[in-house]
């Protein structure tokens, strides 16, 4: 993380403690990263240090709940101190094989959104084909998904391209929410009602349509606490930076004073 940014983070940190301290309701926070392997870089999140974000949420006393129950919690107010929900994007093969056994030994729950058009063949995402092939640009194959799934590793949508979906009209947007939805539920026999947007791309549009298509929950890159008045198809959340004491920044809520800069950051999408 940028020493700019870590350091406004940190200036916000008592607001955020006199805001707690007035909220009626307990928030939560959500948290996600893409892929756990050999060392940390770009996307990759090493296991020597995926262990030691496990052990701050720990020291942190995180209650780390399933992100269904985290949402039903928000809206009832039910949440207790200090909740927090996990997530994984993409689907790469790393994060059943080798995130999710990690995450069972300290009975964590997460969500990995998948994206469906990229269960079979042999593709690659678009900002891995300048990679010199390696086992981490693996992706999860069906069955392996469904392993994982009936020892406990919820699955939601990730799109079926992955698309900066902002940028497709509102048909082809139901058509990736839709298809995608279709096919999860198919593999997994049990409904799917949890989407993560895709690179964050996501516009009220969109949102009314994940809706429409049967989601109940959207996650974006906007960072910063949800409470009770953030609408649960476009809740906030973090990707974890390496250094554990930036999971810690975030725990603590320093970038919810933060959030518009997410807001007037630029909306065009990814280059690919």
Known sequence: ????????GQSTLPF??????M?????LTIVGWHRVD?????????????????????????????LDDAVAGLEAGTLPPRAVALTFDDGYASVVETAWPLLRERDMPTTLFVVTGFLTGDLRFAWDRHEPEHDRLRLARPDALLDA????????????THPWLPRLDGAAVRRELTDSRS?????????VTSL???????TREVRTIAGEAGYRIG??????????????LSLRRAFVPTDPCDLRLILDGGYTLLRPLDSWRSRKGPSW
């Open 1 to 8: 993380m940028r020493p700019v940014v870590r350091a406004l």
């Open 16 to 21: 955020v403690r006199v805001g707690r301290g």
């Open 23 to 27: 909220r009626r309701r307990n928030g």
């Open 38 to 66: 050999g060392a940390s870089n770009g996307l990759s999140t090493g296991v020597d240090d995926f262990r030691r974000h496990l052990d701050e949420l720990e020291r942190w006393g995180a209650v780390v709940l399933p």
């Open 149 to 160: 799934a009936r020892d406990g590793l919820d699955i939601g949508s990730h799109t079926v």
């Open 183 to 191: 096919a999860l539920e198919d593999l997994l026999g049990r409904p």
């Open 196 to 202: 993560a947007y895709p690179t964050g791309g996501w």
């Open 219 to 232: 996650i974006t890159v906007d960072r910063g606490l949800n409470t009770a008045r953030t609408p649960h």
